[in-house]
């Protein structure tokens, strides 16, 4: 506890940390940046991998990532300019360790596919640092230098790159943002894993929800400031950095994390934000106003290529959390209650996503919102109910 109060009280110890990040970046690889969606299929209704492409296609949409490495889905998104990021599985991690394991999984799930399906990122397990599984969180880094291994034995490590996705849980601090910090805990984990996307230019991917930090502190979390709405705000103390949305701060408490631990030129990437249009009764805040507003605000922000108030330069890279609603994943109403669509083609609620990625200005389009609240657009394809 000792060291976690010096480190919130050392305004030298943050000046540095400054000069770390900034420094560091000179010289890293960018590796592009867009508007990403996560396609999702823990459902029983959905469309087909190839309706799915023509719905991207037609949003414009260039970056997706799925949760496995769903062969149809690979031959659907070929011969398109649809990146995909694919994912190796939790339970899979202890095969991957082993190099002939990682070997044979890379030649199955992702080399008959490549170059034709755009396959860009492998995401190495989901949220292993918050599963409460210290095997698991112990085989992570291994596994990932097994799978970038396999990679490069055959070539595709230039063009495929290697992370894992973190849930916000990973940090012991994360207010203000320049006091960001891993829980000590995970410190024998987090070193290395760090070591290895500085090594491979690889980004550290993290989910930011700031729905959560509004449903368990209404009173005192401003809607306004979660939602990208610029009435809002707070300014970092020690950076002088104005924040006018709470998603920007988590993604550079994070940077300030890494930075911590030496690694300020890591880039920092959201692999999933979203918030739900329904939920249940306890679960402040999730309504379609709010769900519209929030991606809708994003999305602007995407179009005007916004970086973080530490990295203004650096597009910020953003995958939506989600395409469709899925009607079989457990827990709350709100975890089926994610997605722009429903599996039947319509709607959830009208973001503009097609109209902010056409001719039209951003500021035009943001100015229309009131005129677009309405669900509106048909279905896109027509589906045969169960």
Same mark, same amino acid.
């Given at each position: 506890?000792?060291?976690?109060?010096?480190?919130?009280?050392?305004?030298?110890?943050?000046?540095?940390?400054?000069?770390?990040?900034?420094?560091?970046?000179?010289?890293?690889?960018?590796?592009?940046?867009?508007?990403?969606?996560?396609?999702?299929?823990?459902?029983?209704?959905?469309?087909?991998?190839?309706?799915?492409?023509?719905?991207?296609?037609?949003?414009?949409?260039?970056?997706?990532?799925?949760?496995?490495?769903?062969?149809?889905?690979?031959?659907?998104?070929?011969?398109?300019?649809?990146?995909?990021?694919?994912?190796?599985?939790?339970?899979?991690?202890?095969?991957?360790?082993?190099?002939?394991?990682?070997?044979?999984?890379?030649?199955?799930?992702?080399?008959?596919? /490549?170059? @034709?399906? $755009?396959?860009?990122?492998?995401? *190495?397990?989901?949220? !292993?640092?918050?599963?409460?599984? &210290?095997?698991?969180?112990?085989?992570?880094?291994?596994?990932?230098?097994?799978?970038?291994?396999?990679?490069?034995?055959?070539?595709?490590?230039?063009?495929?790159?290697?992370?894992?996705?973190?849930?916000?849980?990973?940090?012991?601090?994360?207010?203000?943002?320049?006091?960001?910090?891993?829980?000590?805990?995970?410190?024998?984990?987090?070193?290395?894993?760090?070591?290895?996307?500085?090594?491979?230019?690889?980004?550290?991917?993290?989910?930011?929800?700031?729905?959560?930090?509004?449903?368990?502190?209404?009173?005192?979390?401003?809607?306004?400031?979660?939602?990208?709405?610029?009435?809002?705000?707070?300014?970092?103390?020690?950076?002088?950095?104005?924040?006018?949305?709470?998603?920007?701060?988590?993604?550079?408490?994070?940077? /300030?994390? @890494?930075? $911590?631990?030496?690694?300020?030129? *890591?880039?920092?990437? !959201?692999?999933?934000?979203?918030? &739900?249009?329904?939920?249940?009764?306890?679960?402040?805040?999730?309504?379609?106003?709010?769900?519209?507003?929030?991606?809708?605000?994003?999305?602007?922000?995407?179009?005007?290529?916004?970086?973080?108030?530490?990295?203004?330069?650096?597009?910020?890279?953003?995958?939506?959390?989600?395409?469709?609603?899925?009607?079989?994943?457990?827990?709350?109403?709100?975890?089926?209650?994610?997605?722009?669509?429903?599996?039947?083609?319509?709607?959830?609620?009208?973001?503009?996503?097609?109209?902010?990625?056409?001719?039209?200005?951003?500021?035009?389009?943001?100015?229309?919102?009131?005129?677009?609240?309405?669900?509106?657009?048909?279905?896109?394809?027509?589906?045969?109910?169960?």
């Amino acid at each position: 506890m000792a060291a976690v109060f010096f480190l919130l009280k050392s305004r030298t110890l943050t000046l540095f940390i400054l000069f770390n990040l900034f420094s560091s970046e000179f010289g890293f690889l960018q590796l592009g940046s867009s508007l990403g969606i996560n396609y999702g299929q823990v459902a029983n209704n959905l469309p087909s991998p190839e309706q799915v492409r023509v719905l991207l296609t037609a949003l414009k949409v260039t970056k997706a990532r799925i949760y496995d490495t769903n062969p149809l889905v690979l031959n659907a998104f070929a011969n398109t300019s649809i990146e995909l990021i694919v994912t190796v599985p939790n339970d899979a991690l202890g095969l991957m360790m082993d190099p002939r394991q990682a070997l044979q999984w890379i030649s199955a799930n992702v080399k008959p596919y /490549f170059p @034709a399906t $755009r396959i860009t990122g492998i995401a *190495v397990g989901n949220e !292993v640092f918050t599963s409460d599984d &210290p095997a698991l969180m112990a085989n992570l880094v291994p596994a990932m230098v097994g799978i970038h291994s396999a990679l490069a034995q055959l070539g595709l490590d230039s063009f495929i790159h290697v992370s894992t996705s973190n849930s916000l849980a990973v940090l012991e601090s994360s207010y203000p943002p320049s006091m960001g910090s891993f829980k000590p805990e995970l410190a024998r984990f987090m070193a290395p894993l760090l070591q290895f996307l500085a090594a491979t230019r690889s980004p550290f991917w993290i989910n930011a929800y700031p729905y959560f930090a509004y449903k368990y502190d209404p009173l005192r979390v401003s809607l306004d400031y979660v939602l990208f709405n610029p009435n809002a705000g707070m300014v970092d103390p020690y950076t002088k950095l104005l924040y006018d949305n709470m998603m920007y701060a988590q993604v550079d408490a994070v940077s /300030f994390a @890494a930075a $911590r631990m030496g690694y300020g030129g *890591v880039e920092v990437r !959201v692999s999933e934000t979203g918030w &739900p249009s329904k939920g249940d009764a306890d679960e402040v805040g999730a309504t379609v106003d709010n769900a519209r507003a929030y991606n809708r605000n994003l999305l602007v922000r995407q179009m005007r290529g916004e970086g973080t108030p530490l990295r203004p330069n650096q597009r910020l890279e953003v995958y939506l959390f989600a395409l469709f609603n899925e009607d079989m994943k457990p827990g709350p109403t709100s975890e089926r209650n994610y997605g722009l669509y429903q599996p039947d083609g319509t709607m959830v609620y009208n973001v503009g996503l097609a109209a902010l990625t056409s001719t039209a200005s951003v500021s035009s389009i943001a100015s229309s919102a009131s005129a677009e609240k309405s669900k509106g657009g048909g279905r896109l394809w027509k589906t045969k109910r169960p």
